[in-house]
C-alpha cells in the first residue's frame, strides 16, 4: 500500500555519477546506470574533477548518456581555472550535442592550487555570475547548489541565503543541497530560504552510504556533519560486508522516509557510480 501511495504522490528522483578514468570503471558506469534508467529519473548528471580537471570526460559521458537511454543528461559547470570565453566555449559545446541541462558550481581548486577559489581576472566571479553567463548563452534549465549546513566559507547565514538568492535571481530554476545526514538542517535550511523570498524547489541531495569510511572523508572535506549515533552505527563494521549493507539501506531509508512524511517529492541520490541502494530506495520512493 505504501509503495503505491507514494507513487500516487508524483515523487521524482535524479541520479549523480562521476566520469569514469578506466576502461574497467567506465564498465561498472554503464552497468550502474542501465539498472537504473528504467526508474526514469528526471535527470542524470555528471560531474567533473577540481579545476575542471575532467570536463572533456564529462561532456562525452553526457552525451553518451542521453544517446544511449534517451534520458534527459546534466554537465557539471564550474568557473575555476578558466576565462569566460572558455566556459562560454564549454556551454557551446553542451548546446551542440543537444545538452540543455546544466548544474553550475563556482567549484574548488585542484589540489596544490591553493585552498580557496579566486576567480581569474578575464573570469566569472562565482556561481551567480556563472548563471548570468550560461542564461546568456542559450535558454538552459540550470541547477545550483545549497548548503544545509552552510558553505565553509560563508561569514553567516545572511550571507549564505543572499549567494543562494542571487543564484536563483539570476535564472537557475532549482537547488540541490549537499549531502547532509540530520534532516533537522534541511528543514531549518529550507525555512531560512522561504523566509527570503526563494521560492525554488530545494532539492535534498542523499548520499546513500555504501562505504562509511569513504562518506565520512567526503562529508569532511565539504564541512558535511556526521551524527555520533550515526557513528556509533558504523563503528567496527568493514564496508562490502552484509552487515555494512544493511546497516546503509536502513540508514538512506529512514532518512528519505522522514523526508516524504515531510512533504518533499524530488530527490537527488549521488550514486557513487553505483546502483544497489539506490534502487532500493526508489522502489521505496514508489518507483
Known amino acids: 500500500m505504501a509503495y503505491e501511495a507514494n507513487r500516487a504522490r508524483g515523487v521524482s528522483m535524479s541520479f549523480e555519477f562521476f566520469p569514469p578514468k578506466t576502461e ?18 528526471s535527470m542524470v548528471s555528471v560531474t567533473y574533477g577540481a579545476g575542471g580537471s575532467d570536463r572533456e570526460r564529462t561532456t562525452r559521458m553526457v552525451s553518451e548518456v ?29 548546446q551542440t550535442n543537444g545538452i540543455n541541462r546544466i548544474v553550475a558550481l563556482r567549484g574548488d581548486p585542484p ?9 581569474r581576472p578575464d573570469g566569472y566571479r562565482d556561481a551567480a555570475d556563472l548563471v548570468s553567463g550560461i542564461k546568456r548563452l542559450g535558454d538552459f ?47 531549518q535550511f529550507l525555512e531560512r530560504c522561504r523566509a527570503a523570498g526563494i521560492s ?18 567526503f562529508a569532511a572535506k565539504c564541512k558535511a556533519r556526521i551524527p555520533d549515533e550515526l557513528s556509533r552505527r558504523f563503528e567496527g563494521v568493514q564496508a562490502g560486508t552484509e552487515l555494512h549493507g544493511m ?23 549521488f550514486t557513487m557510480n553505483r546502483s544497489e541502494l539506490v534502487i532500493a530506495l526508489a522502489r521505496l520512493l514508489g518507483h
Open 200 to 217: 525554488v524547489p530545494i532539492v535534498p541531495g542523499i548520499q546513500p552510504i555504501h562505504n562509511f569510511a569513504q562518506v565520512s572523508r
Open 66 to 94: 542521453k544517446r544511449r537511454t534517451g534520458l534527459d543528461a546534466a554537465a557539471h559547470l564550474t568557473c575555476v581555472g578558466a576565462s569566460r570565453a572558455e566556459v562560454d566555449d564549454v556551454v557551446r559545446g553542451y
Open 111 to 119: 589540489a596544490g592550487i591553493g585552498e580557496k577559489f579566486e576567480a
Open 141 to 187: 534549465d540550470i541547477s545550483v547548489a545549497a548548503y544545509p549546513e552552510m558553505h565553509p566559507e560563508s561569514r553567516d547565514w545572511a550571507f549564505e541565503i543572499g549567494n543562494l538568492k542571487r543564484k536563483i535571481d539570476a535564472g537557475a530554476s532549482r537547488a540541490i543541497t549537499q549531502m547532509f545526514f540530520d534532516n533537522a538542517d534541511y528543514w
Open 24 to 41: 574497467a570503471a567506465e564498465e561498472k558506469f554503464w552497468e550502474s546506470l542501465t539498472a537504473l534508467a528504467p526508474l526514469r529519473p
Open 247 to 269: 546497516l546503509a539501506a536502513a540508514t538512506a531509508a529512514q532518512q528519505v522516509t522522514e523526508l516524504l512524511e515531510g512533504g518533499v517529492r524530488t530527490f537527488h541520490f
